[in-house]
């Protein structure tokens, strides 16, 4: 009986189920049509005047983007992309302002640059970068950078050989030549113990475009000063992030110089409390291939390579002395990761030393011990383009 | 018996295996790093002792009462009335921890990918593909748990193995620098997902090789445990100490992946593979539900039940709480404490009652089948 | 409320008896004038009955009935008119004479008349002699049929070109040829009361689940009907899910798909008057599997395997997917590719949901029409539709150029699929998905999948799981189904339910150097 009135009952429900499904059909809360769609491609971040944020994003036009179309009418003519900025006292809110001037939905899906003017990252970056890592659109592997001027200035430059500037910084920082860094480390250097971050720095260049060239230091999240692309490199053997590099040395005894490319390098910051005095050894360890020669050595000779080897650490060393000089003695600002480093290894210590850490981390000695292996010589032995008598054996 | 199709101890493992593991993976990890930080991934091993527990407890009292359920024999042990009491407040715990885990899924749907669709049509629509799968019993829950298990694991398996070049290590150290006081804290949460073991109580009576199924039930919390290990570690690794400022820390780690710039934004099939396993879990939890009830209400058939269950459910999901953040905020508080009692404590009492009624039961010389 | 309603009128079930059928019930009287009234009542207004009254020479009256077109009136008149109507004393009875006297292989003694039309329509004639109360039965049926030729709908490179044609006799017979042991056993039983179709449940003896073999009986024998046309019908009275999309009988055309089966303990249900045979239990794995698997390489056949695997489930999915990235998940393709996708669609006016029905909807109608038409328009069909859903649609602006490519591409692989019925269940299944997709994006996708394979867990095909051995799981047979194991490592048959004869060959007959020099 019981379970007849249940079927009975159950029967009903299904029917409310079934018109309640075909409901769903008329709805279509999240739908949007990609033709709808304007896809923020970089975002450009400036401070305005009266402390609020100017918002500036890069949308593709598709029309002119999309290559060749056949029928719909002149594809390939027109910039392929449109700068439009708002401001607003948050960067949501300025996106809503910015909305009222694009005819479609502003999509941060595809956002794969975010790019803060100079003033505004000499101000602080921490409450814009929030956005980024909340809202569920943009990506945490965005490349982040801190550009000379206004951001908006670096948007709006129309590239040569890509399809956007954006597209160009993207491709700067994959190329790792630079500091690379995305939203998600970012927010790692901002939350690790040593207050401290490190972005790219693009500049624009009258003649030549966009250009990574150094790197803004930040403390905490205010940029303290930059370092040029030289010291940068002593800065990225120190932080592991050395992915393509060459090295070019000019070697002792001889006329002219030789470059290497690196295939790869390692560094291991291995922290030492002794006696109370904090000393951090550097251990580097890199491996090359010579690909130019243009002096007279023979690099296949066992003791040159020893001795070029040697040169090699010995210019690696150089570098990084300076980038310490000045990051470390003048700026004190723990961008090498230091820091973390002590708390690994001694996280007592560190504890102690946690709240002044500004003040500690100066003081401590670093050791470079940097090994350079040079593998081949390339697909060439003797130096080419002279006489047998005049290589030097 | 109510329930005639029979599941193998192997299915009934890998079952288990989503039902714990599909909500673990989206606001544990999170609360876990709360407390422990770079010991997170401690936590789950610690946690795991619970799972153990509730597998041994489970298939200890099945032993006592070999084709009963946890609704029939807790009559069957505290008396007829005090065991419809407690029956009633199992019934009542999963409709309501069902209705969580439901307003969990429809939270991270709501709030990751569809922003604008109403939560009732999200968790509506679930309900009903779920009531499609109650109806056809143990038995269908099982198979489909074969095919989306696999499915499940490759896709964990995938974001790890994407995510390699991303991963460091080192975030791991200091190991335990504060003691093991943070990763136990830290395990605490896990501890209460891992008791939900105890719905292997109303799976064992329908085993057709029931002697198995301490060994399975204790395979299926070591996999779940070393998952959890490797979830916890693979967000660690990437994000070091910020994990625990993101709500789903797992979520967010697909969403890094970035493979030869085609393979990225791999978000939505992590989603929509995900779901496959929350399937899983809201059957496991909504079949015991259904067949608790059936059995609670002396019904010959609980087929009838699906549906008007299904529909409780659902509204119990809306009223569980106004928000995420009230939600996040009872799941580390009261729920913990809720679902330790009901499903480690009472299993516990019921147990030492049972087998102080069997000894007696055996010095009477009554004779009694189950 | 549906069963209950039915359960009311099944009172009505048990249908009236024929005028005709009350009539074949008598048995034969000694009256051979009743006799012969008789038939010729039950055959009124048949013209092509053919009642051929002549003398047995000094023993009387006969009557020669047969169908005209269905015997062989040459071996009538060589082998059975001219020896009886020869002079003759030398037998006295009638019995004798015609053993002795007609050189035919099969003489049947019939008692009633309902044996005599059994015997009649299926082409034998039958001799009515006065004064007995039996009559006799030739074996002398012929008839027009299709020569055996290679089945089109399921061609191979490699294997057997034979297929079943529309007799049943020779359709057996190639079976036969195929498996000679005398445990392959063939029952044959009669379905349709008017068309009298005859049915064989073949199987092979010792290898065969005996509750199978009696499910398939009882199945059979509960069927009641006025005709059999095709094995079709047979299907949806003895399926386990009428309401299910997907089929529940595997059929083919090839007798060496039907030797297989046999061999691997299932029944084959055989049907006169259709190439189809029906193979049970069936799984779903079956129909996405081509006999060619097991005649090449094992590599080659398990790598095609997956790709058939890959391509069903692109052809079930691929619409959907494209339309719910397209909506709901842009930020899922990379950059340059959403741009371009963008750019093709900028002149479209129709939402990609609606985009993607269209296209499909036209699809389906050029498939089917290009089914039904005469050959020669068939190709033009093609021409026009090529046209139609390719180049002037997206000339014009209507459809995306990457619409066209995803909708070719789903019919291209919705045709790898080996076996027409499953595949025209996934392309039907897509339509649903399409919608869902078009409602809640990739969630909508997965609820669709997941309703989809509770589905098929719940069915089962003559009690065997449908998705089995993958739900539920079973080692050896995974062997069979996720990649296609070599002959030599392929020991066990697909486990059903129940008892079963688990080997077929004995272990360690991997070919080896050291294999040729024993003995």
Known sequence: MINLYFRKLTNILLCICLCFFMLLLTGCWDRTEINDLALVLGTGIDKTDDNKIQLSVQLSIPKAMGGTQQGTGGGGSGKPTIVKKATGSTIYDAMSRLQEKVSRKIFWGHNRVVIFGEALAKDGIRKDIDFFARHPEPRLRAYTFVSTGKAIDILEVIPELERSSAEIARELANFKIGMSVTVKDLLQMLNSGADSAALPWLEINPTEGLRVNGTAVFKKDKMKGSINDKLTRGLLWLRDDVHLATVTIEPKNTKGSISFNLLRSKTKLVPKIVDGKWQMIAKITTEDDAVENDTALNLMDPKIVKDLEKQLAQRINQRIRMTLNLVQKDMRIDVFGFGEAFHRKYPNEWEKVKGHWSEKFPEIEVKIDSKAHIRRPGMSTEPQGIPKNEVKK | ?370 | MLKRSWRKSEKGRKMQKTEYEKKEQDSLSNSFNNNVQNLRDIYKNCSDVVFRPFFIAGKGKAILVYIEGLANTEEIDDNVLSPLMQESTEYDDIKTLLKKRIAVSNVKELATFSDCVDQISIGNPVILIDGRATGFSLDLSKWEQRSVEEPSAEQVIRGPREGFIETLQVNSSMLRRKIRSPEFKMQAMEVGRYTKTKVIIAYMDGIVNKTLLEEVNNRLKRIDIDGVLESGIIEEFIEDNPYSPFPQLLTTERPDVAAANLLEGRVVIMVDGTPFVMIAPTTLYSFFQSNEDYYSRFLIASLIRWLRYFLVVMSLLLPSLYVAVLTFHQEMLPTTLIISVAASREQVPFPALVEALIMEITFEALREAGLRLPKQVGSAVSIVGALVIGESAVQAGIISAPMVIVVSFTGIASFTIPRYSAAIAIRMLRFPMIFLAGTLGLLGIMLGIITIIVHLCTLRSFGVPYLSPMAPMNASGMKDVLIRAPWWSLRTRPHFTGGYNRYRQPPDQKPGPKKGKEK
Not at chain 2, 55 to 82: C, D, H, R, W
Not at chain 2, 106 to 120: A, D, H, Q, R
Not at chain 2, 246 to 256: G, Q, W
Request: hydrophobic share 55%; aromatic share 14%; with cysteine.
């Open chain 2, 1 to 370: 018996m109510i329930e005639k199709s029979r599941i193998s101890s192997f299915q009934m493992a890998i079952m288990m295996y989503p039902t714990i593991l599909a909500t673990a993976i989206l606001l544990v990890p999170s609360i876990t790093g709360k407390f422990a930080e770079r010991d997170m991934w401690l936590s789950p091993i610690l946690a795991s002792s619970i799972g153990f527990l509730n597998v041994f407890l489970a298939v200890q009292l099945n032993k006592l009462y070999p084709k009963m359920t946890l609704i029939e024999y807790s009559e069957k042990i505290i008396g007829l009335i005090p065991g419809k009491i407690l029956g009633f407040a199992y019934l009542f715990f999963y409709l309501q921890t069902n209705g969580i885990v439901f307003r969990e899924y429809g939270e991270f749907v709501v709030g990751n990918f569809l922003s604008k669709t109403p939560m009732i049509v999200v968790i509506g629509s679930m309900a009903l593909v779920c009531a499609f799968s109650v109806r056809g019993g143990a038995e269908v829950i099982a198979r489909s748990a074969q095919i989306f298990v696999p499915l499940v694991v490759i896709l964990l398996l995938f974001i790890f193995i994407l995510l390699v070049p991303d991963l460091e290590p080192k975030n791991m150290f200091p190991i335990m620098d504060k003691g093991i006081m943070p990763s136990f804290m830290g395990s605490v949460v896990p501890a209460s997902w891992f008791s939900e073991y105890t719905l292997i109580a109303f799976l064992l009576p329908f085993l057709h090789d029931r002697g198995k199924g301490l060994k399975w039930g204790f395979i299926s919390v070591f996999t779940v445990m070393i998952t959890m290990v490797v979830t916890n570690m693979s967000a660690l690794f990437l994000f070091g100490s910020i994990t625990d400022s993101f709500t789903y820390p797992v979520m967010s780690a697909a969403r890094y992946i970035d493979v030869a710039d085609f393979l990225q934004h791999l978000e939505s099939i992590v989603m929509a593979i995900w779901v496959a396993g929350t399937f899983v879990k809201i059957s496991v939890f909504y079949y015991a539900l259904v067949l608790g009830t059936a059995q609670w209400l002396n019904m010959s058939d609980y087929r009838t039940l699906v549906l008007p269950l299904g529909f409780l459910l659902v509204i119990f999901s809306l009223w569980t709480a106004p928000n995420l953040i009230e939600m996040v905020h009872y799941l580390t508080t009261t729920w913990v404490f809720n679902a330790l009692t009901m499903q480690v404590a009472i299993p516990i009492l019921l147990l030492i009652l049972g087998k102080i009624r069997r000894k007696r039961g055996t010095k009477v010389g009554s004779t009694r089948n189950d």
